[in-house]
């Protein structure tokens, strides 16, 4: 079955701290994975994926297909970083996005 | 552009009745997804529609339908409301290709339904 894990429902760091918000998932075959954010009261929107291998506002997250592992990482917190974290995973049809329940964020001074 | 749009942001209901939500997607996408946000269940798929045809279904009763127009805007109906139908419901739209394709799947503010 696929499934996305994010085992911390809350993470709390320090302003100038390292972040990484962790998720599992659980696919048959290439998975396409991705990281969403919602800030307080804005929509829900993309933050990076996977095949891009990009970095946005200096998070990074880097696949481990061994250990079914898609990790969110930035080595710098900073208090705008406060939000909640989705890590999602895309059905093989490419047609659905398959949710973690979500890790939120709170960067404090 | 415009970003997508649902309508109501919104609204009430009662236990026994039925509701339908509505979303506009951003201009040219041909692809609308559906997604019911609880705090308790977090984000779950409810079904993706292309081209007028439903493509994909999640895991939801009956109760829950939706449809396709011809311009791409899409409604859910969710009928015999329950409590627990209580939640956030949110659409999406991409261009049409789907997460697989490099396609960036926009969300919608969401209608925030509360059964009571």
């Known amino acids: 079955a696929q499934r996305v894990t994010q085992p911390e429902k809350l993470l709390s760091v320090f302003k100038g701290a390292p972040v990484e918000l962790k998720c599992n998932y659980s696919?048959?075959?290439?998975?396409?994975l991705f990281w969403y954010v919602q800030y307080s009261r804005q929509r829900l929107q993309l933050l990076l994926r996977?095949?891009s291998r990009e970095s946005i506002k200096g998070f990074t997250a880097d696949l481990n297909k061994g250990e079914t592992s898609f990790h969110l990482k930035k080595p710098f917190a900073q208090e705008e970083d406060s939000a909640m974290y989705y890590c999602?995973?895309?059905?093989?049809?490419?047609?659905?996005?398959?949710f973690g329940k979500g890790t939120t964020l709170s960067v404090s001074s | 552009k415009a970003g997508v749009t649902q309508t109501p942001r919104y609204l009430i209901k009662t236990r026994g009745q039925q509701v339908t939500l509505s979303c506009s997607p951003i201009?040219?996408?041909?692809?609308v997804s559906w997604y019911q946000q609880t705090p308790g269940q977090g984000l779950q798929f409810l079904f993706e529609?292309?081209?007028?045809?439903?493509?994909n279904k999640g895991n939801f009763p009956g109760r829950f339908s939706g449809r396709q127009f011809s311009n791409s805007r899409s409604e859910m109906n969710v009928s015999t409301l329950e409590l627990g139908d209580s939640a956030l419901y949110l659409c999406?739209?991409?261009?049409?290709?789907?997460?697989?394709?490099?396609?960036?799947?926009?969300f919608g503010e969401g209608s925030w339904l509360t059964v009571v």
């Open positions: 696919y048959s075959g290439s998975p396409e």
């Open positions: 529609y292309f081209s007028e045809t439903q493509r």
């Open positions: 999602a995973l895309s059905n093989q049809a490419g047609t659905a996005l398959i």
């Open positions: 999406a739209s991409s261009p049409g290709g789907g997460a697989l394709s490099g396609n960036t799947i926009y």
């Open positions: 201009s040219g996408h041909r692809s």
């Open positions: 996977h095949i």
